[in-house]
C-alpha cells in the first residue's frame, strides 16, 4: 500500500487480522408465497419476504502496546436537523504511563501510526442498540402465459427497510463488505451511532416491470416490451460539523476534545430516518425480433433493439454533502439502438 512509502513492503495479508471471537455474519429470513389460477392462461401470484440481518463485520482499533480495543465515550450531539444523537470519541489513558492526561496521550491512538493496530470483528452494540437489519418486501405479479400470439409478466414491489447501513464513504455505490477496496463497513462509532435505523441507501420502496412480446400475424415477427419502473432510492444528507474535535494544535482537554482514529471521522446522517429521495425513473426497451430459414435445421435472426426508447434522463450519482448535496453528478445510460444478426444450426 502506498501509504506505509515506496522503500518498505508489508505481507499480503496486512489488512485481514481479525479478532478471534468473530462470527460470520448470517440471516434469518422466511417467505409466504400464495399462487391463484385465473383463467387457463392466467395467473396471480403474493408473495411477502421478511430477512433480518446480524452480526455484520467491522474495522477496530486496537492499542498494539496492550493488544485490546480502545474504549469509547460520546457525548450528546444535535445535528443541523435538529435529529439528536451521540458522537464518539476514543477514551484517552495515560498511555505512555507519564501519570499525564495530554497531547502525548490523545496522539496515541492515532489512524496511520505505529502505536494503532485494526482487527476485523462483529459491531458492538452502541448506544444499548444492536446493529442489525430488517427487509420487507410485498410482491404481486401477474403472468399471461403465452395464447393468442401474445405474453406478459407484470410484477409491482413494495419494499420496507430498517437498519444498519453505513452511510460512509459514496452513497452512489454500495458493497456490503468490510475491506473492500479502502473502504471498511465502519471504523468509529460515529459510522455506526446514528445510522443503526432508516431505510436502506440502495432500495428504491417501490418497483414495477411490465415485460411481454406479441408475434405480428402475417410477417410473423415478434414484437417485444419491457418497462421498468422504481420510485427512487434514499440519499442522506451529511452532517459534517462534528463538535470540538482534538488536533496537536491544541493542548487536549479530556472534558472538551473527542479523539478519533478511523477513516472519514464524521457522522454522516442529518437524519438517518427522514432522507432525501432521488427522482424516480422509468426505462422502456423495446425489441423487434424475425427469424429467417435458409435450409434444413438452419436460419438466421435478425434484431433490432431500441434500450431506454424514451430517453428517461433521471439522475445516476448525486452530491450528498455540504454545497453539493443533490447535485446532479450522472445520468442513467441514454437512448441505445442495437441490430443484431444470429446464425443457428
Known amino acids: 500500500p502506498s501509504r506505509y512509502g515506496a522503500t518498505s513492503t508489508q505481507p499480503a495479508s496486512w489488512r485481514l ?9 448470517y440471516s434469518d429470513q422466511f417467505n409466504i408465497s400464495l399462487q391463484r389460477q385465473l383463467g387457463r392462461d392466467l395467473a396471480i401470484e403474493f408473495t411477502y419476504v421478511y430477512k433480518k440481518t446480524q452480526d455484520f463485520i467491522t474495522l477496530s482499533p486496537y492499542n498494539i502496546a496492550t493488544g485490546e480495543f480502545y474504549e469509547y465515550t460520546g457525548r450528546p450531539y444535535t445535528t443541523t436537523a435538529g435529529y439528536e444523537t451521540t458522537l464518539g470519541g476514543i477514551e484517552i489513558e495515560d498511555f505512555n504511563g ?6 502525548d496521550a490523545a496522539s496515541h491512538p492515532c489512524y496511520q501510526c505505529e502505536t494503532t493496530g485494526w482487527r476485523a470483528r462483529n459491531a458492538p452494540d452502541f448506544d444499548g442498540k444492536t446493529p442489525d437489519r430488517v427487509y420487507q418486501g410485498f410482491q404481486i405479479v401477474l403472468n399471461k402465459r403465452f395464447s393468442n400470439r401474445w405474453q406478459g409478466n407484470f410484477a409491482i414491489n413494495y419494499t ?5 447501513y453505513p452511510r460512509v464513504v459514496d452513497q452512489n455505490w454500495y458493497v456490503d463488505m468490510p475491506l473492500m477496496q479502502d473502504t471498511p463497513l465502519g471504523s468509529t462509532p460515529n459510522h455506526y451511532n446514528n445510522n443503526l435505523a432508516g431505510p436502506a441507501l440502495m432500495t428504491p420502496e417501490w418497483m414495477a416491470k411490465l415485460a411481454g412480446s406479441y408475434t405480428i400475424p402475417v410477417i410473423e415477427t415478434d414484437f417485444g416490451f419491457r418497462l421498468r419502473y422504481d420510485s427512487g432510492r434514499a440519499i442522506f444528507e451529511i452532517d459534517q460539523n462534528l463538535g470540538p474535535w482534538w488536533s496537536d494544535a491544541q493542548e487536549f482537554d479530556p472534558d472538551v476534545h473527542l479523539v478519533q482514529s478511523g477513516w472519514h ?10 432522507p432525501l429521495w432521488m427522482p424516480s425513473k422509468t426505462i422502456v426497451d423495446l425489441n ?21 426508447a424514451f430517453n428517461d434522463g433521471s439522475a445516476n450519482r448525486v452530491g450528498f454533502s455540504g454545497a453539493d448535496i443533490g447535485q446532479v453528478n450522472s445520468f442513467i445510460t441514454p437512448r441505445v439502438y442495437r441490430l443484431g444478426l444470429k446464425f443457428d444450426f
Do not use: C, H, Q, Y
Request: hydrophobic share 35%.
Open 288 to 308: 423487434l425480433r424475425k427469424r429467417f430459414g435458409i435450409g434444413k435445421g438452419m436460419g438466421i435472426t435478425a434484431s433490432f433493439d431500441a434500450l431506454n
Open 17 to 25: 487480522e481479525v479478532d478471534p471471537s468473530t462470527t460470520s455474519p
Open 98 to 103: 507519564d501519570g499525564v492526561i495530554d497531547n
Open 265 to 274: 471521522e464524521r457522522m454522516v446522517a442529518i437524519d438517518a430516518e427522514d
Open 160 to 164: 420496507k427497510t430498517d437498519g444498519f
